[in-house]
């Protein structure tokens, strides 16, 4: 958890934080999407995490796909943006947040897939394999989106 989040924290307890998350949907050669399988939850999304103060949202995914899955991203395009109802969350301690997420898109990076603390596994997905039901589902909007081909970028 970031500096930011834990003074936050400390002000408002529980009550709802607004953040910001950026992510990246990974795309293979063979056009399959990188999924990680969290340690924390158990289930699939993508590699991702909250701005910092003062971060770019372009350096905000980088950093966090480099830090998740070991893969420095090259290049990126804006797959979407999203908030509404599906971005409120309660997690098991009792925090609530409203997150709004940036998504990016990419298909050029470097590097080997490396496992962490925070990723039991890591995989790249044809679009047929996914099981829709282990999907994170703070980030199955984005991901469905990138299954049925919705014209991006998303604003929503």
Known sequence: MNDYIQTMR???GHETLLTVGCGAIIEDGDGRILLQKRSDYGVWG???GLLEIGESFDSA???EVKEETG???KAMDLFGIYSGETGFATYENGDRVFSVQIIFRSSFYEGALTTNDESKKQAFFYA???QK???NPHQAPFIHDWLSGTRTPVIR
């Open 71 to 73: 893969l420095d991203l």
């Open 10 to 12: 400390r002000m408002i």
């Open 128 to 130: 047929e394999e996914i």
């Open 46 to 48: 993508i590699p991702g």
């Open 61 to 63: 995914v980088k950093r």
């Open 133 to 135: 039901n282990l999907l």
